[in-house]
């Protein structure tokens, strides 16, 4: 007999109202995920309305799964209307943080932006620049 193994995923989703976070973890309980953290579901203001909604509900649970069963639950999450968008990734997950859930995903390096000095040799004056706008412009 073979044991299934698991594997560590993300979802993180907007819903349109409190009741679809619940939602989304029912049916993660039902495809036989086990729930490592349920972060708080926050109401946020959307960049762009989606339908009509200028605000939904967003939330964010650490599981983990069988691999097999992840298409199953991605068509599952697109049938229910309560779920507005969501998000299954295979985080990078830390290891032996002393605070906090089981596995938290580490978090990102920053990419660093190469120093730009500037010259004061460089620096044109406004006059100058007056000037050559009105070149620009009579010809």
């Known amino acids: 007999m073979e044991e299934t193994i698991l594997k560590s ?13 619940e939602a989304v973890i029912r049916e993660l309980k039902r495809q036989g995920a086990q729930i490592l953290f349920d972060g708080e579901v926050k109401n946020i203001k959307l960049a762009y309305p989606i339908g009509h909604f200028s605000s939904a509900y967003f939330g964010y649970t650490h599981f983990k799964i ?3 069963l992840i298409s199953n639950l991605k068509n599952t999450l697109k049938l229910d209307n309560q779920i507005t968008r969501f998000l299954i990734i295979t ?11 089981e596995s938290v995903p580490a978090q990102p390096r920053r990419a660093t932006r190469p120093k730009i000095e500037a010259s004061v040799e460089t620096a044109v004056s406004n006059d100058l620049l007056e000037e050559k ?3 620009i412009l009579n010809k």
Not at 9 to 21: F, M, P
């Open 9 to 21: 995923y993300e979802i993180g989703y907007l819903v349109k109202n409190e009741d679809g976070a």
């Open 66 to 68: 069988d691999p097999e």
């Open 91 to 101: 985080p990078p997950f830390a290891k032996d943080r002393s605070s906090g859930p």
């Open 133 to 135: 706008l009105e070149e």
